[in-house]
């Protein structure tokens, strides 16, 4: 708990003859993380090189590749498979060697076929562009070349020129010029151009065809339409091979992913001609399973040993370790940043904060049930991928604390329930008829009570930066980093209690009642100012001009207030909407039916159900992103650091194949 | 008469009153909001740039954002008390 899974360095030596079956268990076990052997010379590694890959390695990798340009070309992937038998590896593995190639072949010329026929539709669109000016023209096209004293020319002119020798000449009109076809002598040609070109002719070549045009454009598009109809033909088949084949290249590919793996492996160990060593972590507590099983495999031939852990910072890689409700959060630490292994893991504290801080931001009953159906309708669209699936758990979770919040605020759709809020009540009083106004809202309480959560928060998270110092820190920098983070808590305390002692605020301490001693100050004043000053010297201790930070303590104190404020807006656009669809369009139409009133009231409807999907929206985003923001600013900054390793076993969970 | 002048005057004041209110709530809001837009406009972009070059950013890229929002919720914090203290 606040700490992740500890691991053990482990270090595996062993003659190359137990080389392939000590990969094959590791990557069995898939609990060993691989520190990766570099080779920089080092002292104690002389003598050792990065290893070779075992046998048949490229012979897998090539036939991985075919199967990997197979499913990209099919698109398709594992996670449409669910719920199927694991395949036999050696049936498996048989039938890669005698249908693999035939399958490759035949994808591989129907994709050619395809891009063949692909090619000659995108050839007959340019001709058939190239063709278009020529449509009304009342000659074919085989008039228009072939000569040997005249000459064509054709293109677009801004207006209808005027030649002095002897032509002849076929226009038509278009939008901001005309398109003309002039037959010239060759000896004219030049100065033809010539003038032409003054009229901004833009040439376009005559296509070599024997018809007329429109004749040809119908030919050609009949001919498209006939590739298009193969094209179809070859998708079909493609479908049906698809169909056919999707389990075995799927498994197949889990498969040679799995052999490939293992045969690169030891490009990451160290080796000499004889014996080869590995360096890696383990969870401590499966440390003794790697030890037996090993042995077990290698018939005692294999040394093990747990190696002393030199740097806790940099080395070990870092496994969650939470209970089953936290993992969902996990999605939020990896975004910010994994933990470093000696660091607080503060997941699980965020696992039960985030959803309340978003149930104050949308407490509603209404939205919050939307939420939990949308957190579970959109579950099939997110399948196979482990982040949607962890975004949905804590839409799911964040829903039902939304709904809890929902009927302590007595809120639906920005209704009143029928009971009075069981806490206090953001209903808001709007405009003249007031929806809600039975119940005085509470909004000054409410925001004293986000300040409150903002100041525990805060305290904590300094509390738990003087914690991560003392474990991760050394020497005299380490009391330094401590007293600092006592300091800020000092500063901040100070500060609350020099405010607490002159002038009361409601649902906080009231001090200002306090003994006076001197001057008018009472003890709590003086109190105040000496944790102040203490805070203060704690600080510049570590570092001077980290007291230009000091007003940021007011400041993300404050920001805890959006909480409420946030929550608020929400609350004020589910009243607006319900005002001014029921309230100013659907009520007085009731009033008074007719039949234009019926169409009013379906746009009320609208109206409704527009207002309630954006704020739903809204919600999603402000109660998602705020406490986010919240932990990430606010809370964060205070003592995490981050950029742990993840840790990532060699292996995999097989889902297609049998283990073998 | 007298006495109904004066009823007048007040319903006016008190009117007038819970009318600038309504304006100050209203400038806190537009003017926060203006504030933190130009704040997040520059950030904004340059954090979608080191998104697109490197996805890890993102978390990172998301906190500097909305940094600058802090802005915006203060005014609407003032604006509440406004309205409803």
Redesign the interface.
């Known amino acids: 708990m606040f700490q992740p899974k500890p691991m053990s360095k482990l270090l595996i030596v062993a003659s190359k003859q137990q080389l392939e079956p000590v990969i094959t268990e590791l990557y069995r076990m898939n609990i060993f993380h691989i520190d990766d052997f570099v080779d920089k010379g080092d002292e104690q590694w002389e003598g050792f090189k990065i290893g070779m890959p075992l046998k048949g390695a490229d012979t897998i990798s090539s036939s991985l590749v075919k199967i990997r340009s197979i499913a990209s070309a099919f698109g398709i992937g594992s996670d449409q498979l669910n719920d199927v038998a694991k395949a036999k590896v050696q049936a498996l593995k048989q039938s890669i060697e005698k249908d693999l190639p035939v399958i490759a072949d035949e994808v591989e010329q129907l994709l050619s076929q395809r891009s063949k026929l692909e090619a000659s539709i995108k050839e007959y669109e340019q001709k058939i562009e190239a063709l278009r000016p020529f449509t009304d023209a009342p000659f074919p096209m085989e008039l228009l070349t072939g000569y040997d004293s005249i000459s064509c020319i054709a293109g677009t002119v801004k207006s209808k020129p005027v030649l002095s020798v002897s032509h002849e000449i076929w226009e038509k009109s278009l939008k901001g010029g005309l398109f003309i076809t002039v037959a010239v002598r060759n000896e004219d040609l030049a100065a033809v151009e010539r003038s032409l070109l003054d009229l901004q002719l833009q040439k376009v070549t005559i296509p070599a065809e024997t018809g007329s045009a429109s004749a040809l454009i119908a030919d050609y598009e009949q001919k498209i339409a006939g590739v298009h109809k193969e094209i179809e033909q070859i998708s079909a088949k493609m479908t049906e091979i698809r169909d056919k084949h999707h389990y075995f290249l799927m498994s197949s590919e889990e498969l040679l992913t799995a052999d490939v793996e293992q045969a690169e492996a030891p490009l990451r160990f160290a080796t000499t001609d004889l014996a080869f060593a590995v360096v890696g972590w383990v969870p401590t507590e499966q440390v003794t399973k790697v030890y037996e099983t090993l042995d077990r495999v290698c018939a005692g031939k294999v040394y093990t040993t747990e190696l002393e852990i030199e740097d806790y910072n940099e080395g070990p890689p870092v496994e969650y370790n939470n209970p089953d409700f936290s993992h969902p959060t996990e999605l939020f630490m990896d975004?910010?940043?994994r933990p470093k292994y000696t660091e607080v893991d503060p997941t699980l504290l965020m696992s039960i904060v985030y959803p309340i801080m978003f149930g104050l931001i949308l407490g509603d009953v209404g939205y919050g049930l939307i939420l939990l159906a949308m957190s579970f309708g959109l579950r099939s669209m997110v399948k196979g991928s482990e982040a949607g699936n962890q975004l949905m758990n804590v839409l799911r979770n964040c829903s039902i604390s939304s709904i809890i919040f929902g009927v302590i605020f007595s809120e639906f759709f920005g209704f009143s329930l029928p009971w009075a809020p069981l806490w206090f009540s953001r209903h808001?009083p709007i405009g003249a008829t007031a929806e809600g106004a039975h119940h005085a809202?509470a909004?000054?309480q409410l925001?004293v009570v986000s300040i409150w959560i903002g100041i525990l928060h805060i305290t904590l998270g300094r509390i738990w930066g003087a914690l991560n110092a003392s474990r991760m820190e050394h020497g005299h920098h380490k009391s330094l980093k401590m007293f600092a983070n006592i300091g800020w808590i000092l500063v901040m305390w100070g500060i609350i209690v020099l405010i607490w002692s002159k002038f009361p605020i409601i649902l906080m301490p009231d001090l200002s009642k306090m003994p006076e001693l001197a001057g008018g100050l009472n003890v709590a004043t003086i109190a105040g100012a000496v944790m102040l000053v203490v805070g203060l010297a704690c600080i510049a201790r570590e570092n001077a001009l980290d007291l230009m930070e000091v007003p940021t303590i007011i400041?993300h104190v404050?920001?805890y207030?959006?909480l409420?404020?946030?929550g608020?807006?929400s609350v004020a656009i589910a009243l607006v909407t319900n005002f001014i669809a029921i309230g100013l369009i659907i009520n007085p139409q009731l009033a008074n039916l007719t039949p234009v009133g019926v169409v009013l009231i379906l746009v009320g409807v609208v109206v409704f159900l527009f207002g309630h999907a954006l704020n739903t929206a809204l919600g999603i985003l402000g109660g998602g992103?705020h406490p986010?923001?919240l932990h990430?600013?606010e809370f964060f900054t205070k003592f995490y650091r981050g950029g742990g390793k993840k840790y990532n076993p060699f292996g995999m969970i097989r889902k297609l194949t049998e283990q073998n | 008469m007298a006495a109904e002048a004066v009823a007048v005057e007040v319903a006016a004041a008190t009117a007038s009153a819970a009318g600038l209110k309504a304006v100050g709530a209203g400038l806190a809001v537009g003017l926060a909001g203006v504030g933190s837009g130009l704040g997040e406009m520059g950030i904004g972009a340059a954090a979608m740039g080191a998104v697109a070059e490197n996805k890890d950013m993102?978390?990172?890229a998301?906190?500097f954002t909305?940094?600058p929002?802090?802005i915006v919720?203060?005014g609407?914090?003032v604006a509440?008390?406004l309205m409803?203290?």
Do not use: C, M
């Open positions: 975004i910010y940043s808001i809202s909004i000054p925001l400041s404050l920001s207030t959006r409420i404020a946030v608020l807006s992103l986010l923001r990430y600013v | 993102f978390g990172l998301l906190l909305v940094l929002e802090t919720i203060f609407l914090v509440l008390l409803f203290q």
